[in-house]
């Protein structure tokens, strides 16, 4: 998943702040008894979703005003997320475990809640953080007896919370660690549902990512987007064409079944097509009607594109996505065989998008 630059250069004393602040205004979302708990669901009922969602740490006051404004909308919730300290032990971010606590229902009452692990290494000081970083997972999986420790480290940072799945998002696996990667995903299904918790994993849009052998048995959760991006010059995020092509990738290894599309909200604004600020989309609207610009709708893509001159002379061009674009892609994602969804991510979105994804329940 994409971060904002900021969070970064976090300090520890911003987070716990945050954390602080986040547990006086977060509502418990009422008791469950252990047996209406999320974990005390089957593994297998959880990985079916239609549709989910993400909230992240660093907009968890955002994220969590949208989901707790549209209650039941979403079949499923993903906590984003669990980072690693030096020593490769993974930890909930402060803001969501004030939130959080012992008990994930607190928050997010009978919706089964996912954690999200993700390979960044986030210090106390916020300096040596290190964002995707290939070589911690290298050493996580790289052989039976890290493998092993790592997969107890997880389930118990997810059981005590109370969560009904684990859900790996490492990213920038090198070539020669896929193996050990794989060998890890299937020692931890096996673990993972004796516990009854559910397994989900992240794939990047890649070549690499999307070829057997990848271990049967978990739910799979493609990012279907950074087509352009940060990395690239202007353009949108996914196409008809970009998603099409991902789940003839699936379909041929027989996971596209198992395999739900993440599409992101929000876009970039590209600084004379080069340097790109990820904004949301309503950061994006609130640009577009400060410059008094025009939209256009790209075509067959369905994103808004805007151009404009800053007050410095330099040329803007921002894509961002809005209800129509998540309806187009959804539309030539049906068609392409996907049949479930997961939005990246709550926070800084539009009524008209909730709208939108209430019709997919019917």
Request: proline content about 7%; charged content about 20%; hydrophobic content about 50%.
């Amino acid at each position: 998943m994409i971060k904002r630059a900021m969070r970064q250069g976090f300090s520890l004393a911003l987070a716990l702040f945050a954390a602080a602040f986040l547990l006086a205004c977060v509502r418990p979302a009422g008791p469950a008894s252990a047996q209406s708990r999320p974990a005390a669901q089957t593994a297998a009922s959880l990985v079916n979703d239609r549709l989910s969602c993400w909230i992240a740490d660093w907009d968890l006051a955002r994220g969590l005003a949208e989901w707790r404004a549209h209650p039941g909308l979403f079949d499923t919730v993903r906590v984003f997320a669990a980072y690693f300290d030096e020593a490769g032990k993974p930890a909930l971010a402060p803001a969501w475990a004030a939130a959080i606590g012992s008990d994930v229902a607190r928050v997010f009452g009978p919706t089964p809640a996912f954690l999200t692990v993700v390979n960044d290494i986030a210090t106390p000081t916020g300096k040596g953080n290190k964002l995707k970083d290939p070589e911690l997972v290298r050493r996580l999986v790289g052989s039976p007896a890290a493998r092993t420790t790592h997969i107890a480290d997880l389930l118990d940072l997810a059981g005590r919370s109370r969560f009904a799945g684990i859900e790996i998002d490492y990213e920038n696996v090198a070539a020669s660690d896929w193996p050990d990667f794989c060998a890890f995903i299937s020692e931890l299904y096996p673990a993972a549902t004796a516990k009854g918790l559910a397994v989900s994993v992240v794939l990047q849009p890649q070549r690499r990512f999307l070829a057997a052998p990848l271990p049967a048995g978990p739910a799979y959760v493609l990012m279907g987007y950074n087509l352009f991006g940060s990395h690239s010059g202007p353009g949108p995020k996914a196409t008809p064409a970009f998603l099409a092509e991902q789940a003839r990738s699936l379909r041929a290894i027989g996971l596209l079944d198992a395999t739900a599309l993440a599409l992101a909200t929000g876009g970039f604004d590209w600084t004379e097509a080069k340097a790109a600020k990820q904004f949301t989309e309503s950061e994006a609207a609130a640009l577009i009607a400060q410059k008094g610009a025009a939209p256009t709708r790209s075509d067959p893509d369905g994103y808004l594109v805007t151009r404009y001159r800053d007050p410095a002379g330099k040329e803007h061009e921002v894509w961002h996505a809005d209800a129509a674009t998540f309806a187009t892609l959804w539309q030539a994602a049906q068609n392409a065989g996907f049949s479930r969804l997961a939005v990246w991510r709550l926070g800084g979105n539009s009524p008209a998008l909730f709208t939108w994804l209430a019709t997919l329940k019917h």
